[in-house]
Nanobody
Framework: QVQLVESGGGLVQAGGSLRLSCAASEGIDSLNVMGWYRQAPGKQREMVALFTRVGTTNYADSVKGRFTISRDNAKNAVSLQMNSLKPEDTAVYYC????????????????WGQGSQVTVSS
């Protein structure tokens, strides 16, 4: 079973920075994709940034140039550095992973963290 534990988030003024971190439970050999989604009140959950196991990244247009995703494959951990934050970045941010290998088997399953609130004041 894969569990994703998030840390970080909080309240910041517009133009400020925050960092989110996420680590998968122990015993996982690998995860195909790790990254972040977010959901603002009244809106659908949307992709923010993804990092594949082979090193490719994908960002939402709204965060390109401001957010940076990083990943540690050895620790099955992912972080999101968020700079130049805007009020419209306010949302609950969810760590995401899919495609886990452990115990000698591959699980084509999507996993989610518990969610971290990010609030940007104007």
């Amino acid at each position: 079973q894969v569990q994703l534990v998030e840390s970080g988030g909080g309240l910041v003024q517009a133009g400020g920075s925050l960092r989110l971190s996420c680590a998968a439970s122990e015993g996982i050999d690998s995860l195909n994709v790790m990254g972040w989604y977010r959901q603002a009140p009244g809106k659908q959950r949307e992709m923010v940034a993804l990092f594949t196991r082979v090193g490719t990244t994908n960002y939402a247009d709204s965060v390109k140039g401001r957010f940076t995703i990083s990943r540690d494959n050895a620790k099955n951990a992912v972080s999101l550095q968020m700079n130049s934050l805007k009020p419209e970045d306010t949302a609950v941010y969810y760590c995401h992973a899919n495609g886990a290998t452990y115990g000698g088997r591959f699980y084509n399953t999507v996993y989610w963290g518990q969610g971290s609130q990010v609030t940007v004041s104007s």
